[in-house]
């Protein structure tokens, strides 16, 4: 994939309403690109650093796409359970013992926006979560993402948090998507992995609403300082698209403003 395109390319703004009869774009900030065609399709407050919750965890992958063999085994400790329930984050079930490979733990990652998979493989590939930000920091300055700072691991709520933009999450799914383990791995609806001697059994569902039929990935975000946030990638007419909706006031109201980006910029020839 290429890098995202600047602004200076962008078309005519969509409408507000999108195509007839749509919703607004209710997203407080947000990005599309064709990739395929080098142009930005829609602009928002792109370049407005705001804290992007669960997203943070595309880059965690990234990351440890980087450092790590999908066959290496992960102990899942006592901590890393403890960090999910104490934050209240999302989680991916496991339990402290559990011996997971990496590949099933990007799954956690990726699909139920698992914190105690985000906190494992950090631990283990930093090594220690303030040398895996520091990580993911390097890499954000290597993809040009200018106004990206991280500070955890898996986006949760800290004073002086994590902040990026709607062009630096987009550049960064440009970037993630070029790799296919990733790449399949964010279009998967349902990954179950069977138990054995070194783990139970576990079933992890996407929480992107878009797929299959509308999109092809990427994740999920919420914070209440962050709002309702979404990455996404889909294909129409040909044409790879990639956008961004941060700051959106519910569930329903980001897939909306994702799925009125991407009706306009069909109706503008793609």
């Known amino acids: 994939?290429?890098?995202a395109p600047s602004t200076s390319a962008t078309r005519a703004a969509?409408?507000?309403s999108g195509r007839a009869g749509a919703a607004a774009v209710t997203a407080k900030e947000a990005y599309l690109v064709d990739v395929t065609a080098g142009?930005?399709?829609y602009a928002r407050r792109q370049t407005r650093r705001v804290p992007v919750a669960s997203l943070t965890k595309v880059?965690?992958?990234y990351v440890v796409r980087r450092s790590a063999s999908l066959d290496d085994l992960v102990t899942v400790s006592k901590d890393d359970v403890r960090h999910a329930a104490a934050n209240g984050a999302t989680h991916a079930g496991l339990r402290a013992g559990e011996r997971l490979t990496v590949r099933d733990l990007l799954y956690a990652l990726m699909l139920p926006s698992g914190a105690?998979?985000?906190n494992a493989l950090a631990r283990r590939y930093g090594p220690g979560v303030k040398g895996f930000v520091a990580k993911m920091n390097r890499a954000a300055k290597t993809l040009g993402m200018r106004d990206t700072v991280y500070k955890n691991a898996d986006g949760l709520p800290?004073?002086?948090g994590d902040r990026s933009t709607a062009q630096d999450q987009v550049r960064l799914a440009n970037a993630v998507l070029a790799d296919p383990v990733i790449a399949t791995i964010a279009r998967t609806a349902r990954y179950a992995t069977g138990k054995t001697a070194v783990h139970r059994a576990h079933v992890w569902r996407n929480t992107n609403r878009l797929l299959p039929d509308e999109a092809q990935g990427l994740k999920t975000g919420y914070t209440r300082p962050a709002g309702y946030c979404l990455l996404f990638t889909s294909v129409r007419g040909g044409h790879t698209l990639v956008g961004a909706?941060?700051?959106d006031r519910s569930d329903a109201a980001r897939y909306g403003s994702?799925?009125?980006l991407l009706d306009g910029a069909s109706a503008n020839g793609v």
């Open 245 to 247: 909706v941060l700051g």
């Open 14 to 16: 969509l409408p507000a």
């Open 258 to 260: 994702a799925r009125v």
């Open 158 to 160: 800290k004073p002086g």
């Open 59 to 61: 880059m965690t992958a």
């Open 1 to 3: 994939m290429t890098a």
């Open 39 to 41: 142009t930005v399709e």
């Open 116 to 118: 105690d998979a985000a």
